[in-house]
């Protein structure tokens, strides 16, 4: 860890508190703008990274950091400000000690002069119940958008940062729970809009990923985003200490102490190799079978170094430098990595195939009939789910390729039809005008 020391013209350290939040303030009060460089850093928990911290900090171009918590105080001040031998205007952390501070113009002026903004460890369904719908995303969002703010978190704070997120709105899930159910009361999973990152629209991120083993928790994630959204979504995750920090051009470069210590980053995505990605069972009660000849999920595996040399590019989701691929697999609600090739997806149809457009779903809105044709594909499953999530009606070995089911008795609501076809998955929102 090296340590610089340097002087600024005007520096000042103050808490100020307030009944919905507390800030503590590091450096010149006068505000500054710089044309920050954008970028996203994410960061596996534990301790900080210092490099990847140095990396974030360059970003802002000289300008202000803002720290955003809903527990603990002031740690990352002194650690931004000086620590790391990076120039900054000044280091600020909030800490949300009730939802009120959504509201506050404060907090909201501060995140407006940010050039870079910070998401402390903590409880993501803090973040999630504090910030989701309010000012704070809607503001963050367009610092992103129209001022090119860096962003980044640790543990919590890059749980909440890709476009799907585990809310943990009723508590944490271990591995080992997830695959032996993929539907556990605590596998809570959200794509409602939130923080809105480039590169990261498909992603859901996980972390503490060697502290306990989250593999298993992960797969079950994007294994449930297929099976409930009928989206090919991808995971990025984190050792502790570990850090992937991607550019403006979508290079993520890997951060870490390797070979001191064994830190590396995972980049997940389903194997567009296969002509089927289903999972072969992914239901409530059962244990999560997605093996596919052992080769249901390719992982590009990067050890995390001092410089970032490592790297892996999120615009081909297939390029990368100093990184193994692997073969992953879930077997009897066990998870299995072997060793693989580099994924090629040249010579087939995009993964999006599998939202088949020939199915149809009417009428929509519907009453008391829903009609449901295939063309020439055989239909072998229908389930209606209500916006909860929950199966109200499974209707299996169809082998059929049209069918109406009478919806009549359905209370109001929007409602999803899955629709599953040999090795395709079709999803459609649809309005029931039932009874109220």
């Not at 300008?63 to 000086?82: F, K």
């Not at 995303?137 to 367009?142: E, G, M, Q, T, Y």
């Not at 989206?231 to 990025?236: D, F, N």
Request: hydrophobic residues 35%; contains cysteine; charged residues 15%.
């Amino acid at each position: 860890m090296r340590y610089f020391l340097f002087s600024i013209p005007l520096f000042i350290s103050l808490a100020v508190s307030g009944q919905s939040y507390t800030s503590y303030f590091t450096g010149n009060p006068v505000n500054v703008n710089t044309a920050a460089e954008g970028g996203i850093c994410l960061m596996g928990g534990a301790a900080e990274n210092d490099e990847a911290m140095i990396w974030f900090l360059k970003k802002a171009k000289g300008g202000d950091i803002l720290v955003l918590r809903a527990s603990g105080s002031d740690g990352y001040n002194n650690y931004l400000h000086s620590s790391l031998g990076i120039a900054v205007n000044s280091v600020e952390t909030i800490v949300f000690n009730s939802p009120v501070a959504s509201d506050e113009p404060y907090v909201h002026e501060k995140i407006n002069n940010a050039e870079a903004i910070w998401f402390a460890g903590g409880n993501q369904w803090d973040y999630v119940s504090y910030w989701k719908n309010t000012p704070i995303d809607s503001l963050i969002n367009k610092a992103i958008k129209n001022r090119n703010i860096v962003i980044g978190g640790t543990s919590a704070g890059m749980a909440i940062q890709g476009k799907f997120y585990f809310t943990a709105q009723n508590g944490t899930v271990s591995s080992s729970q997830a695959l032996h159910n993929p539907y556990n009361n605590n596998i809570t999973i959200d794509s409602a809009s939130f923080i809105s990152n480039n590169y990261l629209q498909d992603v859901i991120t996980d972390t503490h990923y060697d502290n306990p083993d989250r593999k298993g928790r992960h797969i079950t994630f994007l294994a449930r985003i297929f099976s409930d959204f009928g989206i090919v979504a991808k995971g990025i995750a984190c050792d502790e200490n570990t850090a992937v920090c991607i550019d403006k051009n979508g290079l993520a470069r890997v951060f870490g102490e390797y070979p001191n210590y064994n830190d590396n980053a995972y980049f997940i995505q389903t194997n567009c190799e296969l002509a089927n990605i289903a999972p072969e069972n992914c239901s409530n009660g059962a244990p999560l079978e997605w093996n596919l000849n052992k080769k249901a999920i390719k992982v590009y595996k990067v050890k995390g170094t001092t410089s970032g040399s490592n790297t892996f590019n999120l615009t081909d989701w297939k390029t990368g430098t100093g990184g193994v691929w692997e073969n992953w697999y879930v077997q009897d609600a066990t998870l299995f990595e072997t060793a693989g090739t580099q994924i090629d997806c040249t010579t087939l149809l995009p993964a999006n195939k599998y939202l088949q457009k020939n199915i149809k779903v009417f009428p929509n809105p519907c009453y008391d009939k829903i009609n449901i044709s295939s063309g020439n594909q055989l239909i072998k499953k229908i389930e209606i789910i209500n916006s909860n999530g929950n199966i109200l009606k499974s209707l299996i070995n169809l082998n059929t390729n049209a069918i109406s089911i009478g919806s009549s008795k359905m209370p109001f609501g929007i409602y999803f039809i899955k629709v599953q076809t040999n090795g395709a998955i079709y999803f459609q929102k649809l309005l029931i005008l039932g009874f109220d």
